[in-house]
């Protein structure tokens, strides 16, 4: 053991030597032949550290975030959400600080399932709407209707008192209980059936005394007379007269069951209908 001691200490002398020697330039080859791996998994580990340290101080808890389906974002809107998380937070009194507002638009869906970036919209929906991270879903009613058949919805008339529905009691959007437990078959034939009959209902969902058992799970937004409206997202409904279950389709706002506090999606209509209502 001695004699391996003796000849790493040797080893060391000379290398001592040979670096003495060096001109500044080699000594940093030399360095970086001898020491490069070392030096790189430091960076690597501080690089890491900083980057975590700065995660950890600028993420903030969202207080707020709603997903605007098949929202037709182009040049004269496409900073209109962006506006409305800022203006939102003040008018609900949301420390900016401490707390973050987002009003995405991005994620779009279609009714036969889509491509590959679709699917990956749908499972990051439908995780986020399990943990309770989506206060607030807007779409087109075809849309709309299909997560409210899955009873994704508050009954907003349970959720909410009378007088806290009263600006929006003309627009409430119902949907029928009675078709929650309508049977849609175990082949896939019959799940196509079922899904046909559904389009060929004849539904007005803004009259409740149509249906069997109407449900108030959601609002529907006009096209004029609010921010949503007038950012012309959702234009291209009336534009290309879409139609669903028999009436012109509209955009609907609802609140997922999964949002522990409902308050603050009504604040947020309240600030989307502001001074018109």
């Known amino acids: 053991?001695?004699?391996?001691?003796?000849?790493?200490?040797?080893?060391?002398e000379q290398q001592k030597k040979a670096f003495?020697?060096?001109t500044p330039k080699e000594k940093l080859a030399y360095f970086w032949d001898y020491y490069k791996i070392h030096t790189i998994a430091?960076?690597?580990?501080?690089?890491?550290?900083?980057a975590f340290v700065n995660s950890y101080r600028s993420s903030k808890t969202t207080a707020f975030y709603a997903v605007l389906l098949n929202a037709d974002t182009y040049g004269d809107?496409?900073?209109a959400a962006s506006a409305w998380n800022e203006e939102f937070m003040e008018y609900a009194g949301i420390d900016p600080e401490a707390y973050q507002v987002n009003i995405d638009t991005s994620v779009s869906l279609s009714a036969g399932g889509g491509d590959q970036y679709e699917v990956a919209n749908r499972?990051?929906?439908?995780?986020?709407?399990?943990?309770?991270?989506?206060?607030?879903?807007?779409?087109?009613?075809?849309?709309?209707?299909?997560?409210?058949?899955?009873?994704?919805?508050?009954?907003?008339?349970?959720?909410?008192?009378?007088e806290e529905l009263a600006p929006y009691a003309d627009l409430l959007y119902y949907t029928d209980g009675a078709?929650?437990?309508?049977?849609?078959?175990?082949?896939?034939?019959?799940?196509?059936?079922?899904?046909?009959?559904?389009?060929?209902?004849?539904?007005?969902?803004?009259?409740?005394?149509?249906?069997?058992?109407?449900?108030?799970?959601?609002?529907r937004i006009p096209q004029t007379g609010n921010r949503l409206g007038d950012s012309g997202y959702y234009n291209y409904i009336s534009e290309r007269d879409?139609?669903?279950?028999?009436?012109?389709?509209?955009?609907?706002?609802?609140?997922?069951?999964?949002?522990?506090?409902?308050?603050?999606?009504l604040q947020f209509l309240d600030y989307l209908f502001e001074g018109n209502v």
Do not use: W
């Open 20 to 22: 003495a020697t060096m």
């Open 77 to 79: 809107n496409a900073a």
């Open 1 to 12: 053991m001695s004699s391996q001691n003796s000849v790493i200490e040797e080893i060391r």
């Open 123 to 162: 499972q990051k929906m439908m995780a986020m709407m399990h943990a309770g991270d989506i206060h607030a879903i807007v779409a087109d009613t075809e849309t709309f209707e299909g997560y409210a058949r899955l009873e994704y919805f508050y009954d907003l008339n349970a959720a909410f008192s009378e």
């Open 242 to 265: 879409y139609t669903f279950q028999g009436y012109p389709s509209e955009v609907v706002i609802g609140i997922p069951l999964s949002v522990e506090d409902p308050e603050i999606t």
């Open 42 to 50: 430091v960076i690597a580990v501080i690089a890491f550290v900083i």
């Open 179 to 219: 078709a929650f437990d309508a049977e849609t078959g175990d082949t896939l034939e019959e799940m196509e059936a079922a899904q046909e009959a559904v389009y060929s209902m004849v539904i007005d969902h803004s009259d409740p005394s149509s249906m069997e058992k109407p449900v108030a799970v959601g609002i």
